[in-house]
Structure formats: structure tokens, C-alpha cells
């Protein structure tokens, strides 16, 4: 196999398009052509043509990997099948894989705090469903539990903050309805309940709201 044509590529000066016996075989950045020493007339050893395949293709998973992640952050297992997806090879993903995760860049336990936080301040989430969209997303119970530890070690108490999303989620759902009534029907009541546990709260923590909200509504 011998090199018989290099060129530039117009969009991305710093790639190359190398030619293999007359046909497109692949590209490559600058750095990787001077330091495999590619030049027209170059022979490619089976060998070395495999281990360029290999890197090339690890390189556009890890670009791949790092454009997904930056537009929020994502589990470990939302990258990776994003890669699997993408038919990377199982050697590029664990690669990538362990080079985000060493790099700080992929940390389940992180991702789930911020997302903790974020489902219980901003959609007003419950415990229970925030652990299984969690779970969802591929994170293992014991990163989830250490997240929660994570999540409120400055910003007060896990219990303090599940019982301020249940009633952000009640107000909300009664903004611009008559709460009186609504608190006082027994067929409104039970739907309010079932909204509040469908977001995720236990029936505690629906009650203790529900009975907050009626007794700042009747001025206690």
C-alpha cells in the first residue's frame, strides 16, 4: 500500500485526506501526518495502516464524546451509548471513557448531585422520581446515594429541601384556581395527591404540604 496523494482539506486546514493506491483511505490531523512521517510515496505497512485506523477511530469518538458533553453534563452510561450508537469500537469507548473519567470530566456522583439539585429547586421533583430517571440515565444506587450526601452537604437538609419542592409544586399547580375549593373537595384533593406523587413525593411529605397550604390559606 503506498501513498499516492496528500491534500489539505479545505474546512479544516489542520486535517489531511491521504490517498492509498489512488483511492481516499482516510484523514488525519497535521500532528499525526508528521509523526507517522506520511508522505506521498510513502508504504504503509499492514501493521501501521491498523494502528491508524485504531487511533483514528478513537480520536472521532473522543470528539464525539467531548461535543456531548458539552452541552450538559451526561452519566457515564449516556456516553457511552452515545458511542455504541456512533459504532465506535469497544477499545475507543473504554478509552474515551477512562480518558473523561480520569480527566474529572465524567464523575457520576457529581452529574447526580447537579442533577438532584436541579430536579428538586427547578422542576420541583420528588425523591423517587428523581432516583429512577437516575436510574435511567445508568447511575448506580451507591454513586446515587453518595450524590444526595453530596447535594446537600452546604445547601440545608435533604428532608428540608423535599418538603420546599412539594409545596413549590402545590402553589404552582393551584396558581390562578381557587385553592379553597379545590383543598376542600375530596375528588380535587385526591388528584392533587396523585400529581404530587407522580412527581415523586411520599405520602408524608404530600400530607405535610397539603396540610400547610390549608392552613395558610385559612390564615393559621
Known sequence: MIITEITRQ????DRYN??????????????????????????IRHDLYEKLQD???YA?????????????PRSTKEVQGKLVAGQYSEASIQRVLKLLTDGGYL???????????????LANYGKRRIITELFQKGVAKEDIMAAYGRAFAEDGTEAETEQAAATRAIE?????????AILNDQKELARLTAFLARRGFSFGVIKTA??????RLDGH
Open 60 to 72: 472521532k469518538a473522543r470528539d464525539v464524546a467531548v461535543r456531548y458533553l458539552a452541552h450538559r
Open 107 to 121: 464523575d457520576d456522583v457529581n452529574f447526580a448531585a447537579l442533577f438532584i439539585q436541579q430536579k428538586s429547586s
Open 172 to 180: 404552582k399547580k393551584l396558581r390562578n384556581k381557587d385553592a379553597q
Open 210 to 215: 397539603i396540610n400547610e397550604q390549608q392552613a
Open 18 to 43: 491521504i490517498f492509498i493506491d489512488g483511492q481516499f483511505a482516510f484523514a488525519i490531523n497535521g500532528t499525526d501526518l508528521l509523526y507517522h512521517k506520511l508522505a506521498v510515496g510513502t508504504e
Open 55 to 57: 487511533e483514528l477511530d
Open 10 to 13: 479545505n474546512k479544516n486546514p
